[in-house]
């Protein structure tokens, strides 16, 4: 039984880290999206510059130690293997754009041979802070958006090709006439908490010594809440009642939004679905302190800067149960 009277103090973890892909800069000027001359002149302007993406992997430049990830729209072509350009908007007077490209294994070899360019997916971008962290949302949102296109390249009402209008922001079935708009698919992704503890899981993907919030895809028909409830009970059998909403973050892999939340735990036995996670316990504030001060004396961790995740928890280490007020 914990003495009452002992308040836990507050650990001091220094100042918070920035959320990855989170507080774009970029002016998404909407209304410019229908104006194809607008969209041709931002081309040719000077300052445009563009993301250029392929699946996972983003193509850079690289020059000594430098990584500069905007290319010019001339340079983007040179590259080859073009397919959609999106107009992202305006990093102030600047255009910004998402090159898509459809590059084939030998060709990605062929740019991974040069000096002067580094391919590499954007996680690894965002966890190894290649680019300056201004970069990031932009980043997410020309890859998600370039996935968009690869995947829905066919009307899903009748099957004929369709075409991208609106700066990538649409594709039109030029057959039953039907719009398709990009698509967001929210993940909620949650800490139940009880008294002093919260609950971690552990999926065989993670790396051995890593633990992290439970989460899942929110389903057809349920809100923000229940899909909290229903995720926490099927992954590691904890009941839940309340739940707060505590932030958000793209997730571009391949067009996730995680919604983060923390939701009061009912009860306390953990029954873990073992089809969706490998593990699961409870975690002291104090232990999971050590775990985002890299100090645990087993040599748990907590996700990176980077993740949600993280942010959730240390939420969760510095406000104890106030998080669910
Ligand atoms: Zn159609």
Known sequence: MTDPRIVPERPELGPRPHLGYTASAIDRAADR???DAALAKFLQDDRAG??????????MKLRGEDIDPLFSPAEAAALGGGR?????GLAGEAPRFGFGFGLDPASIDQLKAR??????DLRSIAVQGLVDTAHLPPLAEAKALIGWHARHRFCPNCGTPTRVVQGGW??????????HFPRTDPVVIMLAIAGERCVLGRSPRFAPTMWSA??????????????VRREVL?????????VTYAMSQ???????????CHAQALSDHIVIDRSEIEDARWFSRDELALMLGRRHPGGLTTPPPVAIAHHLIRSFVEDGCHVLD
């Open 170 to 179: 649409r594709r039109d079935c030029p057959s039953c006439k039907a719009e």
């Open 234 to 242: 099927e992954e590691a059998g904890i009941r839940c009642g309340k």
């Open 33 to 35: 999206r229908n104006d």
């Open 84 to 88: 959609e350009t999106i107009f992202l």
């Open 50 to 59: 563009g993301y250029v993406v392929g699946g996972e992997l983003v193509v």
């Open 115 to 120: 000096n002067d360019l580094k391919i590499t």
């Open 214 to 227: 439970l989460a899942g895809f929110a389903e057809p028909g349920e809100t923000i809440e229940e899909a």
């Open 250 to 260: 793209p997730w571009p892999f391949p067009s996730s939004l995680m919604i983060g």
